[in-house]
């Protein structure tokens, strides 16, 4: 089955830590995207990929850092600069930049 | 960054009947998706429209893309128990890559 896959499910952070969620999709979409959802507002971007070895900041970037590496994946650390990194985080994927946009499942980060 | 306004921001309806949402923006669009969220769960795409006036039904449900460009229009008919969810608009401005999401309308049916 295509799709997108985020893992994992759920995620604690300690202060200071870094941690890493995973995205990864089987779709051949060339454009990736990480969102962050916080309760009653809309998505916010946070970083967007149009190619393999290319990414470009979105609006929400401070505290948060990527890599694509691989046209199936696009990991997002989540760093100790980000001073209020609990939400839930969503990834989703394109043909292009400009095609309709479809998402993972999701993670939710917590801080312990 | 820039949100569209999105309303209702939640309803409540009873079993069986038909619920209408929308989304306006001070913007041009020349994409307009709507998607649904359950909780806990990622975006589900629902109606993807891409032209002015376009008029797109997927089931039970219809999506107007706005001759003005600035707005879209979500209806469900003879709404059912699984409609319960969060529905989001989501635009893109022509020559830009982003697109814009509407902070939700979260809808809950009474059995």
């Known amino acids: 089955d295509g799709g997108i896959t985020q893992s994992p499910k759920y995620l604690f952070r300690k202060e200071g830590q870094n941690v890493t969620l995973s995205c990864e999709q089987n779709?051949?979409?060339?454009?990736m995207y990480w969102y962050r959802q916080d309760p009653g507002q809309g998505l916010r971007l946070i970083y967007y990929?149009?190619?393999?070895?290319?990414?470009q900041k979105g609006d929400i970037a401070e505290g948060y850092s990527v890599s694509r590496e691989k046209k199936e994946s696009f990991p997002l650390t989540v760093t100790s600069a980000q001073k209020n990194p609990t939400a839930f985080y969503l990834c989703?994927?394109?043909?292009?930049?400009?095609?309709?946009?479809?998402f993972g499942p999701g993670t939710r980060l917590l801080v312990l | 960054g820039q949100q569209l306004n999105q309303s209702p921001q939640s309803m409540f309806i009873q079993e069986g009947e038909d619920v209408s949402m929308n989304c306006t923006s001070s913007?041009?669009?020349?994409?307009w998706l709507w998607y649904k969220q359950d909780p806990g769960e990622g975006p589900v795409l629902l109606i993807a429209?891409?032209?002015?006036?376009e008029l797109t039904s997927n089931g039970r449900l219809t999506a107007q893309f706005g001759t003005t460009r600035k707005d879209s229009f979500l209806n469900i008919s003879a709404s059912i128990p699984s409609d319960v969810g969060i529905y989001f608009c989501?635009?893109?401005?022509?020559?830009?890559?982003?697109?814009?999401f509407g902070t939700g309308t979260r809808l809950k049916v009474l059995a």
């Open positions: 989703a994927s394109s043909f292009g930049t400009k095609e309709t946009q479809y």
């Open positions: 779709l051949n979409h060339d454009a």
């Open positions: 990929s149009q190619i393999v070895n290319d990414f």
């Open positions: 913007s041009i669009f020349n994409t």
């Open positions: 429209l891409y032209k002015a006036g």
């Open positions: 989501a635009g893109q401005m022509e020559g830009t890559y982003k697109y814009i």
